[in-house]
């Protein structure tokens, strides 16, 4: 089960926006982008097997893997998640499910998916993510058969096999 989204697309960023009558909350957005690995890691100063990438064909500039993000976005916080009822939990983590899908039935060369779990503060105590880390990586594995997890300095690095 899912919520229905609308699409908007610029350049190889996709913003899913979730416009259902039965979700509580306006303005939540599932942002994928798409991303070349090898530059990822750099960016992480991660070193890496450079076989794993691109599934042994090292290509410069092909969009191997997509970022995803999803909540709500604010210029000066960044990304914030709502508190949301049991219920919808589930159709959230199903509509970004169905929104990476579709990524990846249009563009067959991506081989990882990478995301962030969010912070959470309440009453000055964090989470520090790992709540969502648990939930986003047990739909991941659900989700897309084959797949190896490993976080790195925060962020999760799901390969795709």
Do not use: C
């Amino acid at each position: 089960m899912y919520f229905n989204t609308s699409l908007e697309k610029t350049n190889n960023d996709y913003f899913f926006n979730i416009n259902d009558d039965n979700f509580e909350h306006e303005d939540f957005y599932i942002y994928i982008k798409l991303i070349i690995f090898k530059d990822f890691i750099k960016i992480l100063n991660k070193t890496t097997d450079m076989d794993k990438i691109n599934k042994d064909e090292i290509k410069d500039n092909v969009f191997d893997t997509i970022e995803v993000s999803f909540g709500f976005f604010d210029d000066y916080e960044g990304w914030t998640f709502p508190t949301i009822g049991n219920n919808n939990i589930f159709k959230i983590m199903g509509t970004v499910t169905q929104s990476i899908k579709y990524i990846l039935n249009e563009h067959k060369s991506i081989n990882y998916i990478v995301y962030k779990p969010t912070h959470r503060k309440i009453n000055n105590v964090t989470d520090n993510g790992q709540k969502r880390k648990n939930l986003y990586s047990a739909y991941m594995k659900k989700q897309f058969t084959n797949v190896s997890i490993e976080e790195t300095k925060g962020w999760v690095i799901v390969s795709l096999e």
